[in-house]
């Protein structure tokens, strides 16, 4: 699985490079770790950020799954489940 994790947003709309990270390059305890991360944050089902607050800190995430196919969430940190939150600071761990 490839993730790549861009910060949007914020009262300044500051970017920042995007974490990248192809989980196969990883220990398997780490991989399996973000794995177990992605699939509890439930990625699909999180409802769309609210646009009325453009100044929200927010990330875009793209996934790309072993079979090859891509999805992009939007992700906002202030509405985000603690699930969310977990993997993003895991992956945010692991990308440095």
């Known amino acids: 699985?490839?993730?790549?994790?861009e910060r949007c947003g914020g009262v300044a709309g500051l970017r920042r490079p995007p974490l990248a990270l192809d989980t196969a390059t990883?220990?398997?305890?780490?991989?399996?770790?973000?794995?177990?991360?992605?699939?509890?944050?439930?990625?699909?089902?999180?409802?769309?950020?609210d646009e009325d607050a453009p100044d929200q800190l927010g990330y875009t995430l793209s996934v790309t799954?072993?079979?090859?196919?891509a999805r992009t969430f939007e992700l906002a940190l202030a509405s985000a489940p603690p699930a969310v939150r977990a993997m993003i600071s895991e992956l945010r761990r692991l990308a440095r």
């Open 1 to 5: 699985m490839k993730l790549v994790l």
């Open 26 to 49: 990883l220990p398997p305890a780490d991989r399996e770790r973000l794995h177990a991360l992605v699939d509890a944050a439930r990625l699909d089902a999180l409802p769309a950020p």
């Open 65 to 69: 799954g072993d079979d090859g196919h």
